[in-house]
T-cell receptor, first 111, second 115 residues
Framework: GESVGLHLPTLSVQEGDNSIINCAYS??????FIWYKQESGKGPQFIID?????DKRQGQRVTVLLNKTVKHLSLQIAATQPGDSAVYFC??????????FGTGTRLTIIP | DTGVSQNPRHKITKRGQNVTFRCDPI?????LYWYRQTLGQGPEFLTY????????KSRLLSDRFSAERPKGSFSTLEIQRTEQGDSAMYLC?????????????FGPGTRLLVL
């Protein structure tokens, strides 16, 4: 496959441990946030989303936390598995239709 | 497979040639988006449609780029007189909604290489 990003921030985590990926967003007026997972050679895959009237949302093995005071978003992945290795992007939406994506973080799972 | 599909998956062309990409959204999704992604970056918004109407275009979409969604279903993105700087992954996404802030689901992308 082809790498989606060669000089991204990286996070290496032991298999079975929890991962926390952080994202700082830019617009205090943003009201909708999404985390996407992108594997090499593939399009972004929806993981979980959260609206600005919430500060936490849980999915299957994933939790998103939103801190509007400091414009910070985090994605927690519990009990990481080899299949979690990918680039993770946060994206924000502020009342229009386009998503603005962050730089991305490459997550590597160590067996 | 009921997800977003894109064709071709890969395209190699010579500088100056025209290329056209196709996107088939998730059935019944009324909104369709095009993004461009270069290596090491997140996707960047190009344009979007609500049904057949093109409602917003990014400054990234130069005069050489044109997108259509003639019947409100599939969409095409054409690049005329390609340049090496056009080399990128072109991503299509679709969503269902009317108020904004709906989840966008992405296709696998078309990787363009301009020689």
């Amino acid at each position: 496959g082809e790498s989606v990003g060669l000089h991204l921030p990286t996070l290496s985590v032991q298999e079975g441990d929890n991962s926390i990926i952080n994202c700082a967003y830019s617009n205090s007026a943003s009201d909708y946030f999404i985390w996407y997972k992108q594997e090499s050679g593939k399009g972004p895959q929806f993981i979980i989303d959260i609206r600005s009237n919430m500060d936490k949302r849980q999915g299957q093995r994933v939790t998103v936390l939103l801190n509007k005071t400091v414009k910070h978003l985090s994605l927690q992945i519990a009990a990481t598995q080899p299949g979690d290795s990918a680039v993770y992007f946060c994206a924000e939406n502020f009342g229009n239709e386009k998503l603005t994506f962050g730089t991305g973080t490459r997550l590597t799972i160590i067996p | 497979d009921t997800g977003v599909s894109q064709n071709p998956r890969h395209k190699i062309t010579k500088r100056g040639q025209n290329v056209t990409f196709r996107c088939d959204p998730i059935s019944e999704h009324n909104r369709l988006y095009w993004y461009r992604q270069t290596l090491g970056q997140g996707p960047e918004f190009l344009t979007y449609f609500q049904n057949e109407a093109q409602l917003e275009k990014s400054r990234l979409l130069s005069d050489r780029f044109s997108a259509e969604r003639p019947k409100g279903s599939f969409s095409t993105l054409e690049i005329q007189r390609t340049e090496q700087g056009d080399s990128a992954m072109y991503l299509c996404a679709s969503s269902l909604g009317f108020l904004g802030g709906e989840t966008q689901y992405f296709g696998p992308g078309t990787r363009l290489l301009v020689l």
